[in-house]
C-alpha cells in the first residue's frame, strides 16, 4: 500500500520527501489541536477524582 502511495506522488525523489513530511507535520498538527483534545473533553468526566481525609 505504501509503494503505491509512493508511487503516485509526483516529482523527484527529493520532492516526495518533501511531500511526505509536510503530510505528516499536517496529520500531527490535526492530531495534536483538534482531535486529541475533542477526545479529551469526551473522557474529562471520567477522570475526575476527589480524594476525602
Known sequence: ???ALWRILPGPLW???LI???L???VLY???F???P???DL???TQDVTVDQ
Open 15 to 17: 520532492v516526495r520527501i
Open 24 to 26: 505528516v507535520v499536517a
Open 38 to 40: 475533542w477526545i479529551d
Open 34 to 36: 483538534w482531535v486529541f
Open 43 to 45: 473522557t474529562a468526566p
Open 1 to 3: 500500500m505504501y509503494a
Open 30 to 32: 490535526a492530531l495534536a
Open 20 to 22: 511526505v513530511v509536510v
